[in-house]
């Protein structure tokens, strides 16, 4: 079972980080539509933003990589979502660069919360660390990037 950003549409504290069973969920509704006369006038990080964003629901996560990072110095979502992306991918040094100092006072995520929960199946095959936009969330990714495995997270966190 491989680690995946599932993306749920809710408001974020709808979403704890938590421990529970890995289920099988599929991304295809949190596609990010702009109508075309407004994408226009988005600026290019938001632009990126969104590309980078929908590149990741069709599972290209090497051209989600590329657009998230044209928009990560001034979009605190694309930062995230950057970081979440590399962790997939192997890149965990990018990925504690990225997360370094950041804060997860979130203003709005995704434009109409779209929210971004890291999964990391357990070694039996039916467990999951889901991990989501709170502070146990951010404290969690840490732990994952510094080695640990997600049943020690779990442990450490008290979940």
Known sequence: MEKSILIFKGHPSKFPTQVNQK???DNIETYMEIPFEFY????????????GFNYYIDGNLKDARRELAKSASKVPEGKYMLA?????????????????????DWQRFIQTWRVP?????????IDALYISLDVKGLNALQYLLEGKTPE????????
């Open 23 to 25: 289920i099988e969920f």
């Open 40 to 51: 226009l006038d988005m600026p290019e990080e938001e632009k990126a933003f969104v590309q």
């Open 84 to 104: 979440l992306v590399n962790y997939l991918l192997g890149k965990t040094t990018e990925a504690k660069l990225l997360l370094s100092g950041f804060s997860s």
């Open 152 to 159: 020690e997270v779990a442990f450490i966190l008290g979940l």
């Open 117 to 125: 929960v890291l999964v990391v199946p357990f070694k039996n095959g």
